[in-house]
C-alpha cells in the first residue's frame, strides 16, 4: 500500500514526472528503512526532526559509519559525499578518536566548571587563525551565528542585520528571514525581527555599496558565508568580499564571516582563501568531530562584550565546552592540517572538472558549481552567482538524487556534495560513472 502511495505521489502530485523509476526501485530496495519511516511518522511531524534530511518519498535510515562508507538499515553500503553536510571531513569514526573521546567523556564530561579541554580547543584556534583573538564555545552552527549577531549588536549598540538574499546561517529568527523564498521562513518570526533584516543579493557589488549608503551606521553588522555553502556552493567574486571589507571597515560595523562550512575550504579559513579577514567568525561543524559544537570569535575589543567582569552582554549554556566534544575538536584540528585540506581541495578541483565533462555529454540543463572540496550539481542552465540563479528544489533534483542514491553514492536531493579525506580517485571515478548513468537514465 505504501509503495504504492510513495509512487503515485511523485508521478501524479507534482509537475515534473519522473522517467525512469528511480522512485519504484528506491522504494523496494528500502523496506526497512520505509517501515521506520512508517513509526517515525506517528510521533514526529513528518516522520522528521531535521527538514534537511527528509526527502521523496521517505529517507534512508543508517545503522552505521566508517571512513567514507554509510550503512543504511535496508543493508546498503553508500560512498558519503555528504558529510553531514560537510561537518565529517575526517574519516567516519577512527577507533583512535572513538577511543579519545570515551575515555573523556568517561573521566568527566561537564560539572558546572572550566577544563583545560576548552583552553587547548581555544588555543588551537587561536593560533590557527590569527584574526580570531578570543573565542567561545556552545553547541551548534545556529548558536554560532546567533552569537557573533549577538556580539555585534551588544558591541554596536546597533540592531539592524545585513544579510545576503538567500544565506542559511542556521535556526534561528534573525538568520531564517530571506532564506528560501517559499514564505515558509515567516510563520514563526516576529514582524519586529524581520523588519530589522536588510538584504542584499550574493555577488552583487552595485547592489551593495547603495546599501551602506543609506543605512551603513544603522547596522549591527553584515553576515555572510564567504562561499554561499546550503544556497549552492556558489564562490564569491573577490570584488564583493574586498568591498564588503571596505564598507564596513568605513562604517564600523562589524564583518561576520559565517565558516560554519567553508572553514574546511583552507586552514586558516576563507582569509587564506580569499583573502579578506573579518572582524567575528562563526564556527561549528567539524571542530567538534562528531559532537555537537560551536564556537564563535575575533577581535578582542569585540569579544570583551563576554568579558564575566567588564562585559555588557552575557553567554552561557550546559552543554558549552563539554570535554568529550573538546577532546575531539583538538584530534581534529591535529589531524586536518594545511596537507590533509590542499590533497582534499585537489580531489575537489578533479571531481568538478571531471563532473562538467560528464555533464556536458548528456542533453540537461545541470551545472557543477563549488570550490576546493565542496561541490554542487544544479538542475540550471547557469551560471549560477547567487541564490536566485541556483535552480529551486524540485523533483527534477530529487530524481537525480535517488538515481545516483540506487547506485550506492550518498549526496542531498539539492544536489550538495563534498569529500571527506578517505575519497580517493577510485571513489571519485565511481561518482562520476554514477553521475554518467543517472544522467543517461534520466536524459533516455
Ligand atoms: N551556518 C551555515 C553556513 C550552515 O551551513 C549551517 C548548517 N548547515 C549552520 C550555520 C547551522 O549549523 P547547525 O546545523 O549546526 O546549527
Partial sequence: ????????????????????????????????????????????????????????????????????????????????????????????????????????????????????????????????????????????????????????????????VLKIHGGYHGTHHTVEVAVEDDGREHAGIPQDVERQIATVPFNDVDALKPRFERRGDEFACFILEPLMGVAGAIPPELELLETARDLTADHEVPLIFDEVMTMRLAYGRAKERYGVTPDLTALGKFIGRRLPIEAFGGREDIM????PEDGVAHHSGTFNANPATMAGGIATLDALDAVAIDQLNELGDRLRRKARTVVASHNLDITVTGDSSMFQLHRASGPVTDAESAAAETDAFAELFLEMRNRRIFITPPGIGNLSVPVDDAKINKFLAALNDSLAAIDG
Fill in 1 to 160: 500500500m505504501f509503495v504504492e502511495l510513495a509512487y503515485i505521489y511523485y508521478i501524479q502530485t507534482e509537475n515534473y514526472t519522473m522517467k525512469s523509476g528511480a522512485a519504484d526501485e528506491y522504494v523496494t530496495e528500502t523496506p526497512r528503512s520505509r517501515e521506520l519511516h512508517e513509526r517515525a511518522t506517528a510521533v514526529m511531524p513528518g516522520g522528521d526532526t531535521r527538514s534537511v534530511t527528509y526527502h521523496k518519498p521517505y529517507p534512508s535510515y543508517v545503522l552505521s559509519a566508517s571512513d567514507c562508507r554509510i550503512v543504511t538499515d535496508d543493508d546498503a553500503e553508500l560512498i558519503d559525499f555528504l558529510n553531514n553536510y560537510t561537518q565529517s571531513v575526517l574519516r567516519h569514526a577512527p577507533p583512535a578518536v572513538v577511543k579519545l573521546v570515551t575515555d573523556r567523556f568517561g573521566r568527566e564530561n561537564g560539572v558546572g566548571a572550566p577544563t583545560e579541554d576548552a583552553v587547548i580547543l581555544a588555543e588551537r584556534l587561536v593560533s590557527r587563525v590569527p584574526f580570531i583573538e578570543q573565542v567561545r564555545f556552545g553547541n551548534s552552527g545556529a548558536e554560532a551565528t546567533m552569537n557573533a549577531i549577538r556580539t555585534a549588536m551588544a558591541y554596536t549598540g546597533e540592531e539592524t
Fill in 304 to 307: 570583551n562584550v563576554f568579558h
